[in-house]
């Protein structure tokens, strides 16, 4: 579990939060945020992650904890005095002011003078490539140029920390990879301490430095992209985050790194034990689909082999995704890709397929 070190720009300190004063929304949260660190808090519905970014733009308050930016406690902090950046998903744009006024809002608020005004709110505007758009009020813009100006006006006061909850959320798909890379860039060029909030994990894995895996109001796992993906803590991460494929089974035996899984369907397999401590403990068995082979000549030496059933094989252009039958279980997909030596499945065939032991991960059940 995450711990809190006391060097960290955004440090979330034992922080817990609940609304009626029973039912804890955030529980002991510790999280520490290096200066320049782009992290993404992801999670479903009600995991706690949007409280905490609130928490963290003053617009709610910890019922226990401290919340501390660049040493300093912001518990009692007001929002407008906390100089963060802030986008939402709705924009918020005025709109019955120009996009030039709506970005120098914050810079009057802060009593800035008119020309370094001016020369912000240019400079902000030409980052997000919007700069001929300075005339025109929000509703003369599409979307995707309505959260360009969202951000612009989030950066134009140069804050060290921006805060963005689902920004992206209202964008169709081919835009919104694109601003996310965009967004990306920007908080990389300029330096800016990011906390995004999302439950889209492509975007997670796409975007961040670390991720923060949220789940009933705990921090499930914290880590680099790859390393979510590839060494999953725990059943919950394993399953939230990309497509995984999942085995029924028991602890027969652990060895060190190794441990001997009996499935439901009574095939014994190799795994490497993650959140599993001894004999006769349940287990799910975790591996990628992208992982297995079904190709006797890539069959690696020590891959380990099991039956499988073909269910549905859809061809997918780059790629082919088969559906198979497998110790019992109807949903256990691969993903191969699409090559001159790639043999296509038929439905109703038999077929071996194996991964490689450490590939495989025996998680809690």
């Known amino acids: 579990m995450p711990t809190a070190s006391d060097d960290g720009f955004v440090v979330f300190d034992r922080v817990q ?18 200066k320049g660190e782009f992290l993404t808090m992801l999670g479903p519905s009600g995991s706690g992650k949007t409280t905490c970014l609130m928490m963290l733009a003053g617009f709610e308050t910890a019922t226990h904890g401290d919340i501390l930016l660049d040493g300093k406690p912001i518990n009692n902090i007001p929002p407008h005095k906390r100089g963060i950046g802030m986008v939402f998903q709705n924009y918020a744009l005025f709109p019955h002011m120009t996009v030039a006024e709506n970005l120098a809002f914050p810079l009057e608020v802060r009593k800035i003078g008119k020309s370094d005004r001016d020369a912000k ?10 700069g001929a758009f300075g005339g025109r009020r929000p509703a003369q813009l ?9 951000l612009a006006r ?3 006061f140069e804050p060290e920390l921006v805060l963005m909850d689902e920004p992206l959320g209202a964008l169709d798909k081919q835009l919104r990879e694109h601003m996310q ?6 908080a990389h060029e300029l330096g800016i301490t990011t906390v995004y909030v999302t439950h889209d994990q492509t975007e997670a894995l796409t975007m961040s430095d670390n991720v923060a895996v949220f789940d009933d109001g705990r921090i499930q796992q914290l880590a680099p992209p790859d390393e979510l993906y590839e060494a999953p803590q725990n059943s919950f991460v394993a399953q939230f985050i990309g497509e995984n494929n999942t085995l029924e089974g028991t602890i027969k035996e652990i060895k060190g790194t190794e441990a001997l899984v009996t499935l439901d369907g009574g095939e014994i397999i190799v795994a490497k034990p993650v959140n599993v401590s001894k004999p006769g403990e349940r287990t799910r068995v975790s591996i990628r689909p992208e992982r297995v082979e079904y190709n006797k000549d890539r069959l690696h030496a020590d891959a380990h082999t099991l039956k499988a059933e073909v269910l549905e094989f859809i061809y997918m252009g780059d790629i082919f995704r088969t559906r198979l039958r497998v110790a019992g279980n109807d949903n256990f997909v691969i ?22 032991p450490e590939d495989c991960r025996a998680l809690d059940a």
């Open 121 to 130: 709110v240019k400079r902000a505007l030409d980052m997000v490539q919007m």
């Open 142 to 150: 599409s979307g995707g140029q309505q959260q360009r100006i969202a």
């Open 154 to 156: 989030a950066l134009v």
């Open 17 to 34: 939060k609940s609304y009626d004063g029973e039912t804890l929304v955030v529980k002991d949260l510790n999280l520490s945020i290096a």
């Open 181 to 186: 890379f965009e967004i990306t860039r920007l």
């Open 335 to 356: 993903k191969t890709r699409n090559a001159p030596d790639q043999r296509r499945l038929t439905p109703g065939e038999t077929i071996e397929i194996g991964w490689l």
